[in-house]
Each structure stands twice: as C-alpha cells, then as structure tokens.
C-alpha cells in the first residue's frame, strides 16, 4: 500500500506547493495528489493554482507519482484533457494517474453554460472518459454527443497507458464507474460507507482494480490546534455533498457553513495530534484494502506534519 500526501491548490500558492511536495517526497512520502480547482471551496484558503502547469514543473522536480481528479465536459474540452495526460505520461512514464468525475459547480460555472442536473453530468462524463480513452490509444475521434469533437487526434502519445480512474462517493456512482474506469478514488468516510462503495465498484467491474483513498486528516503540535485549524481550513467538509457540488461561489460555501461547529469538523475530519492514532486509522484502511491512501493534512502547518509522518507513522506502515 502506497502513502502519498496530498497538495492542495486551495490553500497553497503554487511555488509553496512546490517546495511542499519536495519536503514530502523526502521525508517518505510514496506518491503525491494535487486537486484541480478554478477557485478554492473558501476565501480563508484563498488559492487556486492551475494544476496542469503545476504537475510539469513538480514531477520534474521529483521521483514519486502523481495523481489528480479533473472533471471533463464543462471548464475542460474532453480533447484537452486527453492532450495535458499524454504530454505528462510521455515525458514522465509511469508515473501518471488520473481520475475522472463530474465536477463543481463552483469551479464549472466560469463558462456561463448552464449547471446540468446530476444525470446529465454523468452522461457528460461517461461521454468525455470514452473519448479520452481513445484518444490515448491513437484514435481519431469524431463525437457529436453532449460535448462536440471533430477529427481530434493526439500526435504526442506515451509509450503506456496512464490509468484513467473515476471518482465516486456514493455505492450508486462507484458501480457505474467500475465499467468504464480503471480503478476509483473515493473520500474518508464512516468506515460502513466506505465498505459499501468499495463493495460496489468491485461488485459491477472493478474486482482486481486499484482503488484510492483521499484522507483528510488535521495534525498538529496540540489536539486544540489541530481542531482549529481544520475548523478555520476545511469546516465546509460537513456540508453535503449536494450543497458542495452546486454550491457557485467560496463566498456561497463560506455562508453554508457558518453554523458548523468544531465538534461538527471533529466528526468529519480526522483530527489528532497523536502520530500513533493516525497510524492506527491508516492501518485501518489498509485493511479495507485500499491500495493508496493520499493523506490531506487540511490545517496551514504542513511541516510538522511531514516530519512526524515521515519519522514515525510512514516506517511502522512499511
């Protein structure tokens, strides 16, 4: 099971992201996330680099994979997408993964186009995943579907395919995206939740493919500052994920979660400041068998987090 650390574009400048990643790299971390936002879920995170550009200058500066989750169809033309994965793969083999999903409205709406309803998100997507897939197989792609294509092929194509994963939350999402999807990345939950998605994707077509796990944890010198930290970083975590994805504006999800409470945070985020305890809820999802976890440390003290993980949770894992 790969340990990875997650960079998160909402709440780091680009360059800072950087250096972050290098730090992680170094202290042990196998693998790195980064998250594809046009505007962060808050004002208090206050960034939103452009991933794309990001992932070239940070796997240069590397060893370790990377992975993201891009929503093709709205923000994205399909083709586009397709062209940034092989670009990436071929100068990095091996070292690329991307999943798939239907996105945020909040990161969707600076095209002016209307917000679909969630089914015809889903038809986007499952339109967009077969057209990125052939295009990375050298395909010439004409689609005159929900999202238009003509004649669109990649010249620049890498030698092996990266994985194309899909992103699911839900039991419902995470068995369809087993039949087109080459593994799943899926978010913390009440652990009965997440055996239920597992159960799911390998239930309809995803048996034998590797599943992803964005952990979303809050560690610091005190339990009290952990706690604060997560709540000044990443309360809007406890909102639904139907307020989440239609929700237009940081200023909108900032109004939504005003009423949050830090016991509200404690109940959705895992916070300790007890290297031992998020060992033990790591090795816990070990057990699920996920097969990559990307630890997201929400709070603005990353260092001492690298550092505890790096010298005592990430050699008991090994």
């Given amino acids: 099971m790969q340990i990875g650390y997650h960079a998160s574009h909402e709440q780091y400048s680009p360059s800072e992201l950087l250096t972050l990643v290098q730090e992680a790299e170094a202290a042990g971390f196998h693998a790195i996330m980064a998250s594809d936002h046009f505007s962060p879920f808050s004002l208090r995170q206050g960034q939103s680099g452009y991933v794309w550009s990001w992932l070239g200058a940070a796997m240069a500066k590397t060893q370790v994979g990377f992975g993201t989750v891009n929503a093709p169809g709205q923000r994205y033309h399909p083709a ?9 793969a071929e100068m990095f083999p091996g070292r690329l993964w991307v999943a798939l999903g239907s996105g945020q409205f909040i990161n969707e709406r ?16 499952g339109e967009c995943a077969k057209i990125i897939r052939a295009l990375l197989h050298g395909e010439t792609v004409t689609s005159d579907g929900m999202v238009r294509v003509k004649e669109a092929r990649i010249f620049s194509r890498p030698s092996s395919m990266p994985l194309l994963l899909g992103a699911a939350i839900t039991p419902e999402t995470a068995a369809w995206i087993a039949s087109w999807a080459d ?6 939950q009440p652990r009965d939740k997440m055996r239920a998605v597992i159960e799911a994707f390998r239930k309809h077509g995803g048996d034998g493919k590797p599943i992803n796990l964005q952990a979303q944890v809050s560690f610091d010198e005190t339990y009290d500052l952990a706690l604060d930290g997560a709540y000044n970083q990443w309360r809007m975590s406890v909102l639904s994920s139907d307020e989440l994805v239609n929700a237009p504006t940081p200023e909108e999800i900032d109004r939504l979660s005003e009423k949050v409470s830090r016991e509200d945070v404690a109940d959705r985020v895992r916070v300790s400041a007890d290297p031992a305890q998020h060992l033990s809820w790591l090795e816990e999802d070990k057990a699920m068998g996920f097969d990559a976890i990307y630890v997201h440390n929400v709070n603005r003290n990353q260092r001492p987090f690298i550092t505890s993980f790096g010298s005592k ?6």
């Fill in 110 to 125: 600076l095209t002016g186009e209307p917000w679909p309803s969630e089914p015809d998100r889903d038809k986007r997507l």
């Fill in 183 to 188: 593994g799943m990345v899926t978010v913390v």
């Fill in 80 to 88: 586009i997408v397709a062209q940034g994965i092989a670009t990436l």
């Fill in 313 to 318: 949770v990430l050699p008991a894992l090994r």
